[in-house]
C-alpha cells in the first residue's frame, strides 16, 4: 500500500492511506478526513450545475473548487483553497495519470503544487491539487494564460490553444517578462518534459505567468507552478506530437522529416531560437531525462492500472532514447 500523496510505502497499518507528513503538506494539518463524502455520480449532477458556472477556475473539465469546513472537504462556489479533477467518462484513471505526471515532473525539478489523490464515497480516486493563485494572507496572485498575453481570442472549436509555436512561447516569454532568460529556461524544460511523459496537450491555456505578490510594474516574475501535466498518448496515441509547432514557420528539421519524431537537437534548436545558449539547452534536457529511472519507479508504485503503467513506462523509454539522440 503505497501513500495516495506521494506513492511511497506506508508503514503504518493503521488503515491510513496517507502519510502524516503528506497530510501536513496538503492540508496544514493531520486533522483532515480526505475521503470525500459524496461519490462522482453525485459531482457531475449536482454540483456541476451550482458550482461550475461561477467558478474562477475553468477549463474543459469539469472540477470542483473544494475547500475545508469540519475537518471535511466540501465543495464551495469561490474561495476554495483546493481544486477536484475527477476522472472524465471518456478517460478512465486521468486523475491517476495526472498526479503521478505531476509528481513525475517534480522528479524532474519542474515548479509542482502540492498534490494528491482522494477518495470518493465509493472509492474511486480523484485528482486533488492546493490552488497556487492565492498569497499565504489570501491575496490574488496575478496569473494569465498564453492565450491571454497573446490576446487570442477564444474560438468554439477550441483551436484558439494550438495556434502558435513554442518559440513564439519563448519568445513571448523573455518579452513579458523584461527579458528574464530564466523564466525562458524554465518553460523550455516544461517542453522537454511534457514531451518525454508524452503529453500531447501543453497548449496555450496549459502555459501561465504570474505576477509576484507586491510587484509593481506589469512584467509578469515568473511561470506559475505546473498544471494539467498528463501522458494524453494513453487516450489518443494519435494525437500530435506536440500540442504546438515547434518552430515558428511551422517547419520540420530534416531529421525529424527523416526520422519522423523530435530528437535533441530540435530541442537544442528550439532553445537556440529561445535564446539558450546549446550548453544550457542541452543541460537542461539532461536535468530532465536523468532523472528516467526514479520515474520509472514511481510509474510502478502509481495507482493506475497495470496496462497503462506498462505503457506509460514503454512511453518514457522511447522519448528518453530520442531526446538522447544526436543523428
Ligand atoms: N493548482 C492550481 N491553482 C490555481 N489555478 C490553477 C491550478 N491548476 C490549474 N489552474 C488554473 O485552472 C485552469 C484549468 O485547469 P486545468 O488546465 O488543470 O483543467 P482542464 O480542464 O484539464 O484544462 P483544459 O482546458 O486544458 O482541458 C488552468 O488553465 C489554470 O489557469
Ligand atoms: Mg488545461
Known sequence: ?????????????????????????????????SRLAFTRAEVFQDFRAIHTRRMSISGVQPKLMLHVEDKELRPVATGGRYILKPSPESFPGAAENEHVSMLLGALAGVDTPTCSLVRFADGELAYLVRRFDRAPNGDKIHQEDLTQILAISRTTDGEFKYGRSYEEVGETIYTATDGKLGVVL??????????????????????????????????????????????????????RVT?????????????????????????????????????????????????????????????????????????????AMALAMVP
Not at 497499518?13 to 503538506?25: A, K, V
Not at 510594474?217 to 506559475?224: I, K, R
Not at 545558449?277 to 536523468?290: D, E, G, H, L
Open 1 to 33: 500500500m503505497v501513500c495516495l500523496t506521494c506513492l511511497k510505502e506506508l508503514s503504518t497499518t493503521s488503515g491510513q492511506e496517507h502519510h502524516d507528513s503528506c497530510l501536513r503538506r496538503l492540508f496544514d494539518t493531520t486533522a483532515v478526513r
Open 186 to 239: 524554465r518553460f523550455f524544460e516544461r517542453v522537454v518534459f511534457s514531451y518525454l511523459i508524452k503529453n500531447g496537450d501543453y497548449h496555450l491555456k496549459n502555459i501561465s505567468l504570474r505576477r509576484g505578490p507586491g510587484t509593481k510594474g506589469l512584467s509578469y516574475t515568473d511561470l506559475t507552478p505546473n498544471y494539467d501535466s498528463l501522458n494524453t498518448s494513453l487516450y489518443s496515441p494519435k494525437e
Open 243 to 319: 500540442a504546438l509547432d515547434m518552430y515558428k514557420d511551422g517547419e520540420y528539421s530534416s531529421s525529424y522529416q527523416m526520422l519522423g519524431f523530435h530528437c535533441q537537437v530540435d530541442f537544442v534548436d528550439l532553445g537556440r531560437r529561445m535564446g539558450l545558449p546549446t550548453k544550457a539547452a542541452v543541460q537542461a534536457i539532461s536535468k530532465v531525462v536523468r532523472k528516467k529511472d526514479q520515474m520509472k519507479q514511481l510509474l510502478r508504485a502509481s495507482y493506475m492500472a497495470p496496462v497503462r503503467q506498462a505503457q506509460f513506462i514503454a512511453d518514457v523509454d522511447e522519448r
